[in-house]
């Protein structure tokens, strides 16, 4: 079966710092991944997708990036973070474009 | 026209009643309707979903009614329990090469003994 990880669970930085949070999907190959945003008591923001290794598309500009160096892995990164970047950070995937999407269990980031 | 409308935003129900949540939409290029449960502090998961060739979906408790004419979706869960005490997101996505669920704003439904 097929299963998704996130780390950190949970992270506190400093307004400036940078980011990287990492998503991986097991059991599964060539899936589509997603990284979101959610801001407390709202809903989900889709931020980046990617189709394949390398292929990365924004859906919203700020300053935050996605790579996905493996066919699996999926890491969000950011140069300086800003106080806005707080948030609940989940990636999914899903095995066809249209179909089920499958989250993580997210990473708390809290920007002080 | 990508929005999802979602309500209501909280929900309170005894123990054994029935939890209703409603969704509309306006883009008739929608075609997939997965409805997701979020526990606090966990990532959302899949619950139930149904595409617009049916008008209803049932499993389990939880049935999806589906009115394609008035573009209008909801969440039925039956027998309501404590344990069904989350945030339920509605979202809807073209499969026609989208890859972005659109979410509604979540209903937050406690389920009282």
């Known amino acids: 079966s097929q299963t998704i990880h996130q780390w950190p669970a949970t992270l506190v930085q400093p307004v400036g710092s940078p980011l990287s949070l990492e998503c991986t999907v097991e059991g599964t190959s060539n899936p589509n991944l997603y990284w979101y945003r959610q801001a407390a008591g709202r809903g989900l923001q889709l931020l980046f997708y990617?189709?394949?290794?390398?292929?990365i598309s924004s859906e919203v500009p700020q300053n935050l990036s996605a790579s996905r160096p493996q066919d699996r892995q999926f890491i969000l990164s950011s140069k300086k973070l800003l106080l806005s970047d707080s948030g609940f950070y989940l990636c999914a995937w899903s095995v066809i474009v249209g179909g089920e999407q499958y989250f993580g269990p997210g990473t708390r980031l809290t920007v002080t | 026209q990508q929005q999802v409308k979602q309500s209501p935003q909280s929900l309170i129900v005894q123990k054994g009643g029935i939890s209703i949540i409603n969704c509309a939409y306006e883009n008739t290029a929608f075609d997939y309707f997965p409805w997701y449960q979020q526990f606090p502090g966990k990532g959302p998961a899949l619950l139930i979903a149904i595409r617009p060739d049916v008008s209803e979906k049932k499993e389990g408790r939880f049935t999806i009614s589906f009115n394609k004419s008035a573009k209008q979706f909801s969440l039925h869960i039956m027998d309501s329990q404590p344990g069904d005490s989350a945030t339920y997101f509605c979202?809807?996505?073209?499969?026609?090469?989208?890859?972005?669920?659109?979410f509604g704003k979540g209903t937050k439904l406690s389920v009282i003994p």
């Open positions: 990617s189709v394949g290794i390398g292929q």
């Open positions: 979202a809807a996505i073209s499969g026609a090469g989208s890859y972005q669920l659109t």
